[in-house]
């Protein structure tokens, strides 16, 4: 009984040992604890200011917006990796030990996040090329709009109808893309349908007149060609420069100037039809089937 007791005693006094040495490690490392989160949270102020002052610079360089965003982001993760670097050497983490676990963590993550890495190269790739810039409207992976924005992951459309689009960069960079508002004009192709029976240079006076008087209209002029001779009639093409601005908005009423212009030229739209042959059936005939019906049954 004596032999536990002092058994119980001395495993008493070793954890009340380890307990205060743990308290005056913790009551030591309090102060470099706060100076590392006071730091922290200053470092993350001076990041802010930072990420503002270049995109103030960025700004004033006229740097399109789309590569404003983009190098906010990537700036923003780079001063905070650089913040947090800091702040582990001011705990007493060894530097080397603090590049061998970025490095550790940089490679598990790239494994965990291949996707975002290539995403965020597809960023970059967009930043060299330039293929389009905020305010441009472009069709990309089946998606269109107005770019609003290219961050270090995605870019950001926003559609006609004013919903919003995230593309990850990696599609955009690596497929096809269509810029509309690269060049300063567009051509529209309004199809047009007439009957075999209308003279072609009758409804291409008729048209080009019409289309003519639209304020939208740009150089070089309209024109009408035949596209293709259709089973309901001639197929033609209208071609029509605008601005692009006006490319959304152009093409209706040129549909609708070209019905007025046929209409007033009394020219028909035609729409399809069938032909239906028969035979006629003799009193004989319908006689003989109706015999050959009951002796069927």
């Not at 030591?28 to 993350?44: D, E, R």
């Not at 530097?95 to 290539?118: D, E, K, M, P, R």
């Not at 965020?120 to 409207?137: E, N, R, S, T, V």
């Not at 420069?241 to 609708?256: C, H, I, M, Q, S």
Request: with cysteine.
């Amino acid at each position: 009984m004596a032999e536990q007791l002092e058994a119980g005693h001395e495993a008493l006094e070793h954890t009340t040992g380890v307990l205060y040495e743990l308290g005056e490690k913790l009551v030591k490392f309090m102060p470099t604890l706060l100076i590392s989160v006071i730091v922290f949270l200053i470092g993350v102020l001076i990041a802010r200011l930072l990420v503002g002052l270049l995109r103030h610079a960025m700004k004033r360089a006229k740097v399109n917006a789309a590569a404003i965003s983009f190098g906010q982001s990537f700036a923003r993760i780079l001063l905070l990796v650089i913040l947090l670097m800091i702040c582990l050497s001011l705990l007493g983490v060894p530097a080397a030990s603090v590049v061998t676990l970025l490095g550790a963590a940089g490679v598990t993550i790239g494994l965990a996040l291949q996707g975002s890495l290539s995403n965020m190269a597809g960023g970059f790739i967009l930043m060299l090329a330039k293929p389009f810039q905020a305010g441009d409207y472009i069709i990309a992976d089946g998606q269109e709009g107005y770019v609003e924005a290219v961050t270090i992951l995605y870019t950001k459309l926003t559609t006609r109808d004013n919903r919003s689009v995230y593309l990850p960069n990696s599609m955009v960079s690596s497929g096809a893309v269509v810029n509309l508002s690269q060049k300063g004009k567009l051509r529209l192709n309004v199809k047009v349908t007439v009957p075999y029976s209308a003279g072609l240079d009758t409804v291409r006076y008729a048209l080009l007149t019409a289309v003519n008087k639209l304020d939208f209209i740009q150089q070089p002029e309209p024109s009408v060609v035949v596209d293709a001779l259709g089973d309901n009639g001639v197929e033609l093409m209208l071609y029509a420069w605008v601005g692009k601005n006006d490319y959304f908005t152009a093409a209706p009423v040129l549909r609708e100037t070209a019905k007025t212009a046929l209409d007033a030229a009394g020219i028909a739209i035609p729409f399809p039809q069938i032909d239906v042959h028969t035979n006629p059936v003799t009193p004989t005939e319908r006689t003989k089937q109706h015999e050959n019906h009951r002796r069927g049954h």
